[in-house]
């Protein structure tokens, strides 16, 4: 009996890990570097883990400089996007850019920054099947 009760007990422990662990972030992060479009050089990538609809955000800053062109995707387990929506805000806050137009997806976005200064990248989800994603930045001059 005690046997028994192990088996099911690291059997369930099993289960339940397998869960927790199935949003990889990273390899969708990996995923998107390539997909950057002709030009841009490669910055930083980014993990988009909602767990599983806890989060209602995943948000991340970086310094953009005047004059650069800044691209950013979104690379997901169901194409194109899965519900995920990249939004730009400038140092104050104001939408620049934004992946959801007149209720359409798209996987990237490109910003010409006109102005030096921190800025946010934020990820939200509208019906995903999964909270789950990777993203690339990338620039040119």
């Known amino acids: 009996m005690k046997k028994l009760i192990f088996f099911a007990a690291t059997l369930f422990l099993l289960n339940t890990s397998d869960a927790v662990g199935q949003c990889n ?5 990996s995923q998107c570097i390539p997909k950057l479009a002709a030009g841009f050089n490669f910055l930083k990538s980014y993990k988009i883990d909602g ?3 806890n989060k209602e955000k995943v948000e991340y800053s970086y310094v953009f ?4 062109q800044y691209m950013i995707n979104i ?3 169901a ?3 899965d519900g ?6 400038d140092s104050n806050r104001n939408k620049v850019a ?3 137009i007149d209720n359409q997806f798209i996987s990237a976005i490109a910003y010409p920054c006109n102005a030096t200064g921190v800025y946010y990248i934020q990820y939200t989800f509208e019906k995903p099947s999964s909270y789950c994603g990777g993203s690339a930045l990338g620039f040119k001059r």
Request: aromatic share 4%; glycine share 12%.
């Open 65 to 68: 400089l005047k004059g650069t």
């Open 79 to 81: 194409q194109p996007t």
């Open 98 to 100: 934004s992946s959801k």
């Open 51 to 53: 767990d599983g609809g």
């Open 75 to 77: 690379c997901a387990p």
């Open 25 to 29: 972030s990273e390899n969708l992060s």
């Open 84 to 89: 995920i929506i990249v939004s730009l805000f």
